[in-house]
Antibody, heavy 113, light 111 residues
């Protein structure tokens, strides 16, 4: 069974940092592009970043460029999102996902003083 | 960036009746590899999005055949042949020909 399990969400002050993790199982993690998608409260889905199979290609939505870093560890079947310089508008549920149809349950990130 | 525009914003459907959602992209989604990278997702209340259709018209594993996708280039459609109560939620189209972008969503409710 395919599973994607996010962790690392929480409450952080503006300007602070958080690192989200996503543990993958049930499929050959190293064979697939991975992505992070977020959903602000009551809003639609927004692609945040994606990364290719060996981590050599990474892309970001303009609003997070220079603040967020996507990475992966294929030996650990894990995906990460390092988020620095957090802003109130980054408040959202962050989903780890694949392009082959599998999504995690999401991790809530709240940026507030 | 490729902009995805969905219509309508919301839909109220009688059970057993058909429903249709449109998705238009600002650029052609036909990739040089011959594939068209257009997906349809359903996010049921309180749940993560679930993949329904990939590459315009291919149903994902376990998706009922009442769901079908069609289109080409910049114009795409998701059709539900006979809506059931379990189909309520927000439907999103998504492209990943060039980066990844989602449509704004279409909320489907049951009358």
């Amino acid at each position: 069974e395919v599973q994607l399990v996010e962790s690392g969400g929480g409450l952080v002050q503006p300007g602070g940092s958080l690192r989200l993790s996503c543990a993958a199982s049930g499929f050959t993690f190293s064979s697939y592009w991975m992505l992070w998608v977020r959903q602000a409260p009551g809003k639609g889905l927004e692609w945040v970043a994606n990364i290719n199979q060996d981590g050599s290609a990474k892309y970001y939505v303009d609003s997070v460029k220079g603040r967020f870093t996507i990475s992966r560890d294929n030996a650990k079947n894990s995906l990460y999102l390092q988020m620095n310089g957090l802003r109130a508008e980054d408040t959202a549920v962050y989903y780890c996902a694949t392009y082959i149809g599998y999504w995690g349950q999401g991790a809530l990130v709240t940026v507030s003083s | 960036d490729i902009v995805m525009t969905q219509t309508p914003l919301s839909l109220s459907v009688t059970p057993g009746q058909p429903a249709s959602i449109s998705c238009k992209s600002s650029q052609s989604l036909l990739h040089s590899d011959g594939r068209t990278y257009l997906y349809w997702y359903l996010q049921k209340p309180g749940q993560s999005p679930q993949l329904l259709i990939y590459e315009v018209s291919k149903r994902f594993s376990g998706v009922p055949d009442r769901f079908s996708g069609s289109g080409s280039g910049t114009d795409f459609t998701l059709k539900i042949s006979r809506v059931e109560a379990e189909d309520v939620g927000v439907y999103y189209c998504m492209q990943n020909k060039q980066l990844t972008t989602f449509g704004g969503g279409t909320k489907v409710e049951i009358k």
